[in-house]
């Protein structure tokens, strides 16, 4: 049986030496890192307690000991609310895994109000659940190769599994390892999640470089930063972006991307956007000399219920493949 909370603990602590934590350093160390006695010892607990603690037989620990562990561990507050989610796992909640990819109709009209800049919203798992027509331009949402009917496009699916991802993500590396680490915190928050372990489970077997970092055990939130893109017909772009919560919708994050006015990715989003503005005026945006790109499509098909059959999905005008977006 896996032990997501002890594997967590030993990556951590594999990561401080002793002489940062003030102990001595002498001799010959048969683990990384601190030893599970010695971060009993830093965190004023029994050795024996850690130890079933570390090896998920230590029930659920008070906030003070799960407070000094985290201290002992250096733990940012990201990773020390996975510590406690982890010890103690958040109950299952079958309508919120039925409710999650519903996205409620003022939060998609705030999508489409939203014309000057790209905004979509990302559900649990990383899964891309509504989006505007810039949104769309840039990141070529609605030609998702990898999205089958009854199912969002998939940002995590999409960096380790479409080759085109390497060439978008100018910092490739950099988006891989944040993308595990936010499926890590997801997985923490979710435990019971099915759907979620399935994707972890493809992914592992798929991809070399997502077991590896999944193996690191980092967790991350995504809040605010600098995407850099490169976009197959305007070619580089480089956005700040802000996330933020859906009230009422825990589980869904509006993510915005912005460009300084009289930027050059400001100048290009704008030729982005009245290529969307012209297509939409014809039922499809179009890419010069590329053929056509997709119609806009603000939101995903919602997942089918348990014993039902998907919903067809609605017809698109597809780019062809060497021209269309990647994901974010």
Do not use: C
Not at 50 to 68: F, M, P, T
């Amino acid at each position: 049986m896996e032990n997501t909370l002890g594997d967590f603990l030993r990556s951590r602590r594999a990561r401080i030496q002793p002489e940062e934590v003030g102990l001595p350093a002498h001799g010959r160390r048969r683990v990384q890192g601190l030893r599970r006695e010695e971060v009993a010892q830093l965190a004023g607990v029994s050795v024996d307690y850690y130890i079933r603690l570390e090896q998920g037989r230590g029930g659920s620990a008070s906030d003070a000991v799960l407070d000094a562990v985290a201290r002992v561990l250096r733990l940012d507050q990201v990773e020390a609310a996975h510590l406690r989610s982890l010890n103690r796992p958040p109950k299952a909640a079958a309508d919120r895994a039925r409710g999650d990819r519903r996205v409620r109709p003022g939060t998609r009209l705030l999508l489409d109000l939203m014309t000057g800049v790209p905004a979509f919203v990302l559900g649990r798992r990383m899964d891309v659940l509504a989006w505007n027509a810039l949104g769309d331009a840039v990141n070529g949402f609605s030609g998702r190769a990898g999205a089958t009917a009854g199912s969002p496009p998939n940002q995590a699916r999409d960096a380790f599994l479409d080759p085109a991802a390497r060439d978008f993500y100018p910092q490739w590396d950099a988006v891989a390892a944040e993308t595990v680490a936010q499926l890590r915190r997801d997985a923490g928050l979710h435990p019971d999640d099915p759907a979620l372990a399935a994707l972890v489970g493809e992914l592992s077997l798929r991809s070399e470089e997502f077991r590896r970092l999944w193996a690191d055990h980092l967790v991350r939130e995504k809040t605010s930063g600098v995407k850099l893109l490169r976009h197959p017909l305007v070619g580089e772009l480089e956005f700040g972006y802000e996330t933020l919560t859906v009230n009422g919708s825990p589980d869904q994050m509006l993510v915005v991307y912005t460009a300084p006015p009289g930027s050059p990715t400001a100048q290009k989003l704008a030729l982005l956007a009245s290529w969307t503005a012209s297509g939409a005026a014809h039922g499809a945006a179009p890419a010069p000399s590329h053929g056509a790109a997709p119609a806009p499509l603000r939101d995903a098909a919602p997942a089918p219920l348990p014993g039902t059959a998907p919903a067809p999905p609605p017809p698109l005008v597809r780019p062809e493949a060497a021209v269309r977006p990647r994901p974010s």
